[in-house]
């Protein structure tokens, strides 16, 4: 990735705030799309905005998001969505050194915080999914593991986020809820590589989000428990205050949290916010 020094914080647009505002986005499970967005998606071809953005996007968006993207070029001729992936600590740290980037959205709102209270930062976020931890081991579960007590006998190879990481902070709620004590023999910087490690058998199980797990394709199975409920994930969006194009940047955010993004999103399995 190039990158470039210029000041990056989150903000929606006063058009794009008046379209979803109503709505009350940050708390319903389906945000009206912005009025570009709407006029976008009615076919006037003198209002669709155009050109490229880039999405930074938490390392769990990564299947919905690419869709998503793929959705969206397909309905506005002449945009092009690019994304970049990775641990939504690692994106925020890249976003506040200057990483050019037009929308940002995090696995957790802790994160989406670090850019939102800075003082070159204004405006909202929008939160628009929801997701919880699960844990992920290989097919037909051989180290027959059934919850997270399990996870800390001495013949089990855990692997979790670490800590910075949403996956990670989640992992330490779950924890505290439980009164389990992990000891993971890894701590990785995004969910994805949790999940990789599980998949090509260099630790026996991880935690992840169900997502994670139904986007599989089989290379894992997935065990629920309880204390997944203590530590629910909230997914914020916003577009960024220096982004090269703003137009754009909120129409995608608005398609996002239209209902086409919730049927994507609620077939990976997220949850409304």
Known sequence: MTTHVRNA???FAAAALAAVGLAGCATTGTAAPSASARTASSGSAS????GTITV??????QKTFTTLGEQYEAAHPGTTITFSFAGSSDLVTQIQNGAPADVFASADEANMQKLVGTDVAAG???????????????P???KGITGLRDLTA?????VTCATPVPCGAATAKVERA?????RPVSEEQSVTDVLGKVESGQADAGLVYVTDVEGAGGKVDGVRFDAASKAVNTYPIGVLRDAANPRLAESFTAYVRSDAGREVLTAAGFGAP
Do not use: K, R, Y
């Open 9 to 11: 914080a989150l903000l």
């Open 178 to 182: 439980s009164g389990v004590d992990l």
């Open 154 to 158: 001495s013949d089990v190879q855990l």
């Open 56 to 61: 930074f996007a938490a390392a769990s968006l």
């Open 124 to 138: 909202t976020a929008h939160d628009f999914a929801t997701n919880v931890l699960e844990i992920a081991v290989a």
């Open 47 to 50: 209002a669709s905005p155009t």
């Open 140 to 142: 037909g579960n051989p």
